[in-house]
């Protein structure tokens, strides 16, 4: 059992455990009705090509199986819609439809507006997604996966971690892993509701005491 970076080979892998893990999610839904799955698919290859080329794609991996994944941004990493195209946003429309497509970018623009109000600038990693392979659930394999790959992450650049959860159930979890919430948003016209967490970076990251 083992966590490390994911290469290009393994994204075919990543995204079919984050279609299981993610399976019946509220987010997608009530974004894509009966092409939920289709549209999860597309996203997180999407994500899974743009986080893999930065090295900051984990897996955690069991007896040489994928069983989980971490998406990270890097602390001041700027997408640009050229480079979103390029790692595969041009299949939303296709597989999430047009108007899911709508209203995951409405969704996540408010989620990011957000963010930003919140975080003012402080560099920070964002954990994108993290998720378990629904056949190896509860096993503590997605704590695992994202303290050692955080760690990692810190050791290289000291910066805390935020993330969004939409899903209240999920808190307790975090709150055990060391996030502390910092706000609260209700995505106007959606049923949605993201809740900002934050953890702060060790002291002894990078030498520090």
């Not at 996540?108 to 990693?125: N, R, T």
Request: aromatic letters at 10%; a positive charge.
């Amino acid at each position: 059992m083992s966590t490390r970076l994911l290469e290009k080979s393994d994204i075919d892998a990543a995204v079919e455990v984050l279609v299981s893990a993610f399976s019946g999610d509220p987010l997608l839904v009530w974004a894509c009705g009966a092409r939920e799955r289709e549209g999860m698919a597309a996203s997180c290859r999407m994500n899974c090509v743009l986080w893999t080329q930065t090295r900051s794609a984990y897996g955690f991996f069991e007896a040489g199986r994928l069983a989980a994944v971490a998406l990270f941004h890097m602390p001041g990493e700027q997408v640009s819609v050229w480079r979103s195209l390029r790692a595969g946003f041009w299949r939303m429309p296709f597989a999430a439809g047009l108007v899911g497509t709508q209203r995951i970018v409405h969704t996540f623009g408010v989620a990011d507006q957000f963010k930003a109000s919140l975080l003012a600038g402080e560099p920070h990693f964002y954990l994108d997604t993290l998720g378990v392979h629904r056949s190896l659930a509860r096993r503590g394999i997605g704590p695992r996966l994202l303290l050692e790959s955080l760690a990692d992450l810190q050791r290289r650049d000291a910066e805390p971690c935020f993330l969004f959860t939409h899903l209240q159930s999920n808190m307790t979890l975090y709150q055990r892993l060391g996030f502390e919430l910092i706000g609260e948003c209700a995505v106007p016209k959606t049923p949605i509701t993201f809740w900002g967490m934050r953890r702060r970076a060790p002291r002894n990251a990078l030498g520090r005491e």
